[in-house]
């Protein structure tokens, strides 16, 4: 053995254990969810004490419970998947007895059949879905629960099928998923006269999942009880460049107050991420900072506009002024700015930045000059 041979071993055996412990993770984040959904299931059908409860129920269970990651939303996505794919029993039942812990805490009840069907709205379509499944253990140990959530709200059996099949061959990441979803890929494969050659074009230029796409997702991190800061992956210079730029913000003071960094924000069963939010003391209001690699494009305005309405709607106090947002780009065309602000929060600006940033005095004095 010589010292490239040793690298190349120990290269090997991390890759090997981190894809296996991330894959041991991602089974028992399905398990958990398919069995909540299946008690859920079994209370609102069976329980002694249901009529008590429900349409409440999942709020109630949330207050409850009281735990990080369980509430009401999750409940009603742990309660579809275990509907969608009730085909999962054995998969999961097989994985939890493997644990010595856990076994003892499956009731006795839950080991007996159960053969609960979807919902009727949920198989849909004009081809069996028997006919066409794929196997409960490929759906198991191949797609992430982030990918399951994501397919078990198509509620066309085919088109249901369809979409776990090119996921499982082509590895996809959850936002690569979203995106084919987004771009009718199914709809497209129909009207398609070759949707072998539409299918190897779509796989190859398809975005691959890695290990570090299952762990940095917010379901599996509130699973493993991981800090939020973790929730954020950044490439070194977007990092370098943030790091930075809040070192000079921080130091501006008047009135400048950090609250948050990667400020998370749901939206329906969306996350998104404000990369810096200050409150100034002063004008009594929300500053929310987006920082873009690259050019500017009108959907920052958007997005920046969103973040704008949500705190507006959710976060702001009634003796708050309005937010601003201020949106950093490293270029940008007036011509474009001008059009694609139109219409939209008026405390929106946008403003270039350099990779080799600017003095502390011209961010103090471009902050002055925005904010008036």
């Not at 805490?105 to 069996?128: C, R």
């Amino acid at each position: 053995m010589n010292f490239e041979s040793l690298v190349n071993h120990i290269s090997s055996i991390q890759e090997t254990l981190q894809a296996q412990a991330v894959h041991s993770v991602n089974l028992a984040l399905t398990s958990r969810n398919w069995l909540m959904g299946c008690y859920i299931v079994e209370f609102e059908q069976r329980g002694e004490d249901r009529a008590t409860y429900g349409e409440q129920l999942l709020m109630k269970l949330e207050k409850r419970l009281n735990a990080k990651g369980l509430n009401e939303r999750r409940f009603r996505e742990f309660r579809r998947l275990y509907l969608v794919y009730p085909q999962l029993k054995e998969e999961v039942l097989d994985y939890v007895m493997s644990g010595s812990e856990i076994r003892h805490s499956v009731s006795a009840e839950f080991t007996a059949p159960i053969w609960h069907l979807p919902n009727a709205e949920l198989q849909t379509g004009d081809i069996e879905y028997d006919s066409i499944h794929i196997s409960a253990n490929k759906i198991f140990n191949r797609l992430p629960y982030t990918h399951l959530k994501k397919i078990s709200k198509i509620e066309n059996s085919v088109k249901r099928a369809f979409y776990e099949m090119e996921t499982i061959r082509g590895c996809w990441t959850v936002k690569e998923l979203d995106r084919q979803i987004d771009s009718l890929y199914y709809e497209r494969s129909g009207l398609s006269k070759n949707k072998e050659a539409l299918s190897a074009l779509v796989q190859q230029q398809a975005v691959q999942l890695h290990p570090v796409d299952v762990i940095n997702t917010p379901v599996t991190l509130e699973f493993l009880g991981l800090n939020e800061r973790a929730l954020v992956t950044e490439d070194d210079l977007e990092q370098s460049i943030l790091d930075n730029l809040q070192h000079f913000l921080l130091e501006m003071g008047h009135g400048f107050c950090f609250e948050a960094r990667q400020r998370r924000i749901l939206i329906d069963d969306d996350y998104f991420f404000a990369d810096l939010v200050f409150y100034h003391r002063i004008l009594k209001c929300h500053v929310i900072v987006e920082l873009k690699m690259g050019k500017f494009r009108h959907e920052y305005a958007s997005q920046l506009n969103l973040y704008l309405n949500y705190y507006k709607t959710e976060i702001m106090q009634p003796d708050d002024n309005l937010p601003i947002g201020i949106l950093l780009c490293t270029e940008k065309g007036d011509t474009l700015v001008k059009y694609a602000t139109a219409g939209l929060d008026p405390n929106i600006f946008v403003q270039k930045y350099m990779v080799d940033l600017p003095s502390e005095e011209e961010i103090k004095r471009f902050i002055a000059k925005e904010i008036g």
